[in-house]
């Protein structure tokens, strides 16, 4: 490990200014470099330090983190994260390039061609554009799909749903509905169990609250013991 710290810092400081060597939590290797270094970093990895193998691209969103707007990348939202293997030596390095929002940053499919589908993802989850990818269009989301997933900022809801047209016979788009009354759950009332089995057996349900640790649990005590689907569940012992 400190010897490849030393070549890399040795190497960093002669061709790529700014970068930013780091020890993760993991014990590994992180490198910050910026996007127009990022090509000349990676290939250099690749072709002189044996990372062979490209692991993973992700990508993380800081709107609203207070620790990162105290950061000298303050003004950049979006990190982009390469995960980068030594098969040889089994070593991972981590090589991360900070982006603005609109910003692009050069995709490296000649180098890696797995990032094809990596770059795209990234694309499609959190809207980050890769200059000079050959095909950069969404890959997990439907077409027509509006926003980016897993940006801070997108709702839990999303903006549209689907549902399938008889008439038209093909899937319609609508704006986000949502009538169903656990949409406002305040996750303090306790979950009840319906009393429909007793309803449909004449039995008048009987609650009393039973306790499993420091959790309350509201317990039917005379509602039948099998519930419709369980037909081959075995009775619970007296």
Same mark, same amino acid.
């Given at each position: 490990m400190n010897n490849f710290i030393k070549k890399i810092e040795g190497h960093a400081e002669k061709n790529w200014a700014g970068c930013v060597i780091s020890i993760t939590a993991g014990n590994e290797v992180c490198l910050t470099v910026g996007k127009e270094t990022l090509r000349d970093v990676i290939t250099h990895l690749k072709e002189k330090m044996d990372f062979t193998m490209l692991m993973d691209i992700t990508a993380v969103d800081t709107l609203n983190d207070l620790e990162h707007q105290t950061t000298s990348h303050k003004d950049k939202r979006f990190a982009v994260v390469y995960q980068l293997l030594n098969m040889v030596g089994n070593q991972r390095v981590r090589v991360k390039v900070w982006l603005a929002e609109e910003e692009m940053v050069a995709s490296i499919v000649d180098l890696f061609p797995a990032a094809n589908w990596y770059e795209r993802e990234v694309f499609d989850m959190y809207g980050v554009f890769f200059d000079d990818h050959p095909d950069? +269009? +969404?890959?997990?989301? *439907?077409? @027509?799909?509006? @926003?980016?997933?897993? +940006?801070? *900022?997108f709702p839990l809801t999303g903006f549209v749903e689907v549902y399938y047209d008889a008439d038209k016979e093909r899937v319609q788009y609508k704006e986000v509905d949502l009538p169903q009354d656990l949409r406002l759950f305040d996750f303090e009332t306790p979950w009840v169990g319906t009393n429909r089995m007793g309803a449909r057996h004449g039995v008048k349900a009987d609650k009393r609250i039973a306790w499993q640790g420091n959790i309350p649990q509201m317990v039917h005590t005379n509602l039948p013991d099998i519930l419709p689907g369980d037909e081959k569940a075995k009775l619970p012992k007296k």
């Open positions: 950069l +269009r +969404r890959i997990l989301t *439907d077409y @027509g799909f509006a @926003g980016h997933p897993q +940006r801070k *900022d």
